[in-house]
Every structure is written in C-alpha cells, then in structure tokens.
C-alpha cells in the first residue's frame, strides 16, 4: 500500500507539473545507475569495501544495487524577463534499492526529497544569488572513488552565491544539521555551521577556490546524559586548470572539533564523556588528473591521503591513503575497453579485535576489467552499458571489516565478481 500511494502522489506531481509546464519553463534532469551481478561461489555479487576510508574506492565493478534521482527545477519568469531578475524552485527525488529482483520489500527500496528549494538572483537591488531549503550544497567529487570530498555540505539552510569579490566570487551558507533522533533540553539537538568560499581566483595558468567553515552545537541535557558545547572549523583550498595535457585538480583541507571530518555531519550532541571530540582534527590532501581523449586513450588518476587525531590521550592516530587510476582504450567511438586498479591502506590507533589486540594496518586492493559500449567517445560520455570482471583482494587484518559487507568471504582474503552495468544522466 505505500508503494501504490508513494508512485500515485509521484504521478500527481508530475501531472501537475506538466499542466504548468506553459508558464513555469520547466528542465528536467536525472542520473541513473545499477547493474546486476554474481560472486564466484554462485551468490549475488558482494561489494567489497576497505571500511572506514570514505566513498567507494574503485567503484566500477563494485557498485552494488540501484540508485536514481529525478529532478525537476522551475524557472518563474516570463519571457519578457529573460534576462532579468528570476526565481528558480526545484525538486529532486531520490530512488534507491538493492537490485535483488523486480518487486522488493520495503526494508531494501527508498524514495526520498533530497532536494527542495527556491532559488532567485539577477535583482537590480542586491548582487548574488539567494537560496532557501533543502539541496545538495557541495563542489568537485573523486569519481573513480565515488567521493564528494571537498566541501560537502549538502543538507538544510540558507545562503548567497556569486557575490563579485576581488577577481572572484563569494559565497556565504547558513547551515543547520539537526538530530532527528534524539530530544534533549533543547529539543532536536542542532549542528549549525557559517560557509565560506571564495571560488575563481586566478593563480597564473590555474585558479585557485577557498573554503572555510566554522561549525558549533550548544550543551543540553535529557534524563540520562550531559551534552557539552562542541564546535569547530575548516580551512581548505583548491588549484585547478590544465596541466599535463590534461585537467588537474590539488585540494589541501585541515578541519577539526565538529569539522574533524570536512562535512555538516559532524554530531550535534557530544556527551560529556567524549572528551576528544573537540580536540579531533583531520588533514587530507587530494590529487585528480584526467586526460579525456586522444586518438584511443583517456585516463583517470587519483590519489588521496588522511591523516587525524582522534583527540584522545591514547590511541589517537589515524591515517589512510589510496591511489586508483582507470585507463579507457577506445577501439571505436561506440566500443571501449575500461580497466581500474588501486590499492589503499589504513591504520587506525583505536580499532582493536574481539581480544582487545590492535588490529594493526588493513589493505584493500582492487583490479577491474569493463568492455563498455558509450554513447559517444569520451570519460564523461553517457548513457553507458559495461560488463565487469572484477577481482579484490585484502590484508588478513581486514578480514572482518570486508565480511561485514560481503559474508561469503569471511574466510578469506580475496573476492571476485562478475556482471553487468549502465550509468546515465540527462
């Protein structure tokens, strides 16, 4: 019964939508991906993954399940005003679900509103662009490890873009994360968070962004626990332009307290007894070079490193680091070969076994083959078809983390997997 009233109130939606569409200028735009897939034991594929680094490291040939977003976006504005002040609603649903079969029960499928806001600029009496609600607030991904790793601020506020600053533009985000699980003195316990970034500056041949945040939550209380005051802060930045015949991007970031982990999901409730959370801090450094398209070839580099303190007296260190690179060999415009391999490592102070030993350093690696056909000759062109041979292998210390997500290998220290998938957007 809810799927039948969840897709009759989508269908009333975009009925509605449609008998506006004369006035409202609609676009339209969505992505999709999944695939179906097997593990060599004769199970459903299992996605293999070094827990605890984020995003999905070499993720061609290890996405498992489905996931869609449907966007619709707005523009109130008449043609008269085509060039003058505007406002812009938009909405974007997501959809995922574990690709078992065709009708799955509820526990593995989601319909979801990431994005509901209205946007509006272009005012003779105000510079920028201004924004209220719900939407993806972020900036440049790692593709290959499926990672939105600068910036990542995506959640519920306020704010400005594109205010003219020196040879750039400014903008400025009022971000409020609340805890939706937990009622203290202060009701839903909040993480707020003031968003600075300074985009475009040229630095020579290349342009540098800058990001800055500064994030806090207050102290409350329910009947079993004392939450003190958190906050904390971000400094980052970010050179990119072409460089080596192809285009290069170098992100530095430092975060610490509740931005310990460079994002608005940092916690809005620290109990009294965590005495490290304020004092935790991370250090990454990113590096992504792609070389789209010579006569046959593109490639795809990545490299990124952390390094943390968990800000506790003892067994505080932290650190991973992984390096990926997906060669594409175009044999005709249509037709590809597609390969990835990496390697990452981490070693985590504080991760101790069921003995209380420390677990010590943990691998993952991973090598995939893709033929592919494309919808044109490039990285980026889409809509794509692939199929996989995909082979992982880890340190015996990582045993355990793997199994979590693919139990047919709890023994082991390698895993093989083979399917097919598409990826699309329009």
Same mark, same amino acid.
């Given at each position: ?22 006035? !409202? ?17 004769? $199970? ?20 498992? $399940? ?7 976006? @707005? %523009? ?8 003058? *002040? ?30 509901? @806001? ?25 593709? %290959? @490890? ?29 971000? %409020? ?57 971000? !400094?980052?930045?970010?050179?990119? $332009? ?40 991370? !250090? ?37 680091? $992984?390096?990926?690179? /997906? ?17 990452? /490592? ?17 691998? !993952? ?17 889409? *809509? ?8 992982? @292998? ?33």
């Amino acid at each position: 019964m809810k799927r039948v009233k969840a897709w009759v109130f989508l269908f009333v939606l975009f009925m509605s939508i449609s008998s506006f569409s004369h006035a !409202l200028n609609p676009e339209f735009t969505g992505y999709l991906r999944g695939g179906t897939g097997l593990n060599l034991v004769g $199970g459903q594929q299992e996605c293999f993954y070094n827990v605890g680094i984020p995003g999905n490291f070499l993720r061609l040939g290890n996405e498992c $399940g489905f996931y869609s977003e449907l966007a619709a976006a @707005f %523009i109130h504005q008449t043609n008269e005003q085509a060039a003058g *002040p505007y406002f812009k609603t938009q909405i974007r649903w997501m959809f995922s679900a574990k690709g078992t079969r065709q009708w799955e029960k509820t526990t593995d499928r989601d319909i979801s509103a990431i994005e509901a @806001f209205v946007q509006a600029g272009k005012f003779a009496e105000v510079p920028g662009e201004y924004w209220v609600g719900k939407r993806f607030y972020r900036d440049v991904d790692l593709a %290959i @490890f499926d990672w939105y790793y600068f910036a990542d601020m995506s959640g519920v506020g306020a704010g400005v873009e594109g205010l003219p600053l020196g040879p750039g533009t400014f903008s400025l985000a009022h971000l %409020i994360q609340a805890n939706d699980s937990l009622t203290t003195s202060v009701g839903k316990p909040v993480l707020q968070a003031l968003d600075l970034r300074w985009k475009n500056l040229p630095v020579g041949h290349q342009r540098l962004d800058l990001w800055g945040v500064y994030a806090w939550a207050p102290a409350s209380h329910d009947a079993s626990t004392q939450y003190v005051a958190s906050q904390g802060s971000s !400094l980052a930045s970010k050179f990119y $332009g072409s460089w080596g015949e192809g285009h290069n991007t170098l992100s530095f970031l430092y975060g610490q307290g509740a931005m310990k982990d460079l994002n608005i999901y940092g916690s809005s409730a620290v109990p009294a007894t965590d005495s490290g959370a304020n004092r935790a801090w991370t !250090l990454r450094v990113v590096e992504d070079w792609k070389k789209d398209v010579t006569d046959t070839w593109a490639l795809m580099l990545a490299l990124a490193a952390e390094v943390g303190d968990n800000g506790t007296p003892t067994k505080k260190h932290r650190e991973w680091q $992984g390096v990926g690179v /997906r060669p594409l060999y175009y044999v005709t415009d249509r037709f590809q070969w597609v390969f990835e391999a990496g390697y990452t /490592r981490l070693r985590n102070e504080a991760e101790v076994d069921g003995n209380g030993k420390a677990v010590g350093e943990r691998g !993952l690696g991973r090598i995939t083959l893709a033929p592919q056909l494309s919808f044109g000759k490039g990285i980026w062109s889409r *809509p794509v078809l692939r199929a996989y041979l995909s082979h992982s @292998f880890w340190t015996a210390s990582n045993r355990s983390y793997v199994a979590s997500a693919a139990p047919s290998v709890a023994e082991k220290n390698a895993g093989t997997s083979l399917g097919y998938q598409f990826e699309a957007w329009f």
